[in-house]
């Protein structure tokens, strides 16, 4: 069963637009989250996280939002570049029993910025 | 380098034959994880080492797989009998507290084709 789904595969915006991208979870122990974006051929960067006992984080043109109650977040760009084309993964921290933390990873979405 | 390591970037082997991945993680770092990313797909969990403690191999889809890490530092992640369907890329990622939350470091991956 997967416990992070970004059920939306692909997303085309245009330069100058708002980018966002969607991500939902099932595991209410999941404590922190975090985005990282990856280019073909190269490993995922991290871009940016959040904690469970926040509902906003900003850095720079990139803004995470999570709504524990719905058990989603989202990644909000803006405004995108053609630059952030890439995949866009979500991932949640799992504490576990002993407090180890496992990070499980979303299916990713492509994000395209067209020029 | 100060980043985290693999080797080899590329590895085309034949079905039934076994494979050795290796992942040298950032120096300090107590937490490494193993991620396979098969075409099209997210990032899979594969397995997590969390300092000098058990393992969690909850990930490995088969007893085909297993994964070491030395001294707390280089892990080999080893592929026994390949299949074609273990085709992917094999990405690393280190932390540096694996008793708290913190950034994911990953390596780019190593390729695997099997023919």
């Known amino acids: 069963d997967q416990q992070v789904k970004q059920n939306s595969p692909s997303l085309s915006v245009q330069e100058g637009r708002i980018s966002i991208l969607n991500c939902d979870y099932t595991?209410?122990?999941?404590?922190?989250f975090l985005w990282y974006k990856k280019y073909p051929a190269e490993g995922p960067t991290f871009l940016i996280s959040i904690s469970s006992i926040k509902d906003k984080n900003e850095d720079g043109r990139f803004t995470v939002f999570l709504n524990k109650s719905a058990k989603h977040l989202s990644l909000h760009i803006v405004p995108s570049q053609p630059g952030d084309s890439a995949v866009y993964f979500c991932a949640a921290s799992d504490p576990g029993t002993s407090g180890t933390y496992k990070y499980i990873f979303g299916t990713g979405t492509r994000l395209k910025v067209l020029a | 380098g100060a980043g985290v390591s693999q080797s080899p970037s590329n590895k085309v082997t034949e079905k039934g034959k076994d494979v050795e991945l290796r992942c040298d993680p950032i120096s300090g770092h107590t937490a490494l994880y193993w991620y396979r990313q098969s075409l099209g797909q997210g990032l899979e969990f594969l397995i997590y080492f969390q300092g000098n403690s058990a393992p969690d191999k909850s990930g490995l889809p088969s007893d085909r797989f297993s994964a070491e890490r030395t001294g707390g530092s280089v892990s080999t992640l080893t592929i026994q009998r390949t299949q074609q369907e273990d085709s992917a890329v094999y990405l690393c990622a280190s932390r540096l507290d694996f008793t708290s939350t913190g950034e994911l470091f990953f390596g780019e991956g190593s390729r695997l084709t099997v023919l």
């Open positions: 595991n209410s122990m999941f404590d922190y």
